[in-house]
C-alpha cells in the first residue's frame, strides 16, 4: 500500500483548509493511499 502525508495550506483568515482536507482524503482513499499525517498551514 503506498503512504502519504497531506498538507493543506490557507494564506487569509477568511478561507479553511476543510475542504482542501476532504478532496484529498477523498483522492487518497480511492487510490488506495494511507494517509499517515496531515499538516495544515495557516
Given at each position: 500500500?503506498?503512504?502519504a502525508?497531506?498538507?493543506a495550506?490557507?494564506?487569509t483568515s477568511?478561507?479553511?483548509a476543510q475542504?482542501?482536507?476532504d478532496?484529498?482524503?477523498e483522492f487518497a482513499?480511492?487510490?488506495g493511499i494511507k494517509v499517515l499525517d496531515e499538516f495544515v498551514d495557516l
Open positions: 500500500m503506498k503512504r502525508v497531506i498538507y495550506r490557507v494564506s477568511d478561507q479553511s475542504m482542501q482536507l478532496v484529498l482524503r482513499e480511492r487510490r
